[in-house]
């Protein structure tokens, strides 16, 4: 099945640690994009990336660092800058970069200890 | 910054009965998509509807675009209690740097 893959569901983060939430597509999509969604809130865009080996922040992306050495992997880490990490986490990727039809991951549900 | 408003923030229905949901941005833009997310999971894509449409009909749901007013709306017609969910509107403003915002969503409860 094609499709967005995010894992680990549920993550803890210690104080001062940084932790790595995993995606993966298989839908051979240019883009992808990282969300943050806290309760009762829309999405705020976090980085995004068009195209492999390059990538932008979005709008709140202090405290957060990713790379895109594949196309298929857009990993996010929360670093210890990040004070408050603890929200659901939303990987997205689209066709090409013009942000239409966004396919989702299941999301990752961070909080700290 | 928050694009698109819905509202109304929560709605609670009767199987059968038609679902309305409403969405005002505040600059122009290319195009108005509208998403749905079940408790706890990730969204999934419904409907786009473009600045030069003024509807659009995808199954039992009809979306309408009012560029003047700057809103949409996102009706669900015979609803089902697998309808239950969170739906949100997400613009694509016009100009550069285009990136797609999301509203905060509407609470649709449809019960049996």
């Known amino acids: 099945d094609g499709g967005i893959t995010q894992s680990p569901k549920y993550l803890f983060r210690k104080e001062g640690q940084n932790v790595t939430l995993s995606c993966e597509q298989n839908?051979?999509?240019?883009?992808m994009y990282w969300y943050r969604q806290d309760p009762g809130q829309g999405l705020r865009l976090i980085y995004y990336s068009q195209i492999v080996n390059d990538f932008q922040k979005g709008d709140i992306a202090e405290g957060y660092s990713v790379s895109r050495e594949k196309k298929e992997s857009f990993p996010l880490t929360v670093t210890s800058a990040q004070k408050n990490p603890t929200a659901f986490y939303l990987c997205?990727?689209?066709?090409?970069?013009?942000?239409?039809?966004?396919?989702f991951g299941s999301g990752t549900q961070l909080s700290v200890l | 910054s928050q694009q698109g408003e819905e509202d109304p923030q929560a709605l609670s229905i009767q199987e059968g009965e038609n679902a309305t949901m409403n969405c005002s941005y505040k600059?122009?833009?290319?195009?108005l998509q509208w998403y749905r997310q079940n408790s706890g999971r990730g969204l999934v894509h419904l409907i786009l509807i473009r600045s030069n449409e003024r509807e659009k009909h995808s199954g039992r749901l009809r979306v309408t675009l009012d560029t003047s007013k700057k809103s949409s709306s996102l009706l669900i017609t015979a609803s089902r209690a697998a309808d239950t969910a969170s739906y949100f509107c997400a613009t694509v403003p016009t100009g550069g740097g285009n990136k797609l915002t999301f509203g905060t969503g509407t609470q649709l409860k449809v019960e049996l």
């Open positions: 600059t122009s833009i290319n195009n």
């Open positions: 839908l051979n999509h240019d883009a």
């Open positions: 997205a990727s689209s066709i090409d970069g013009r942000y239409e039809k966004l396919f």
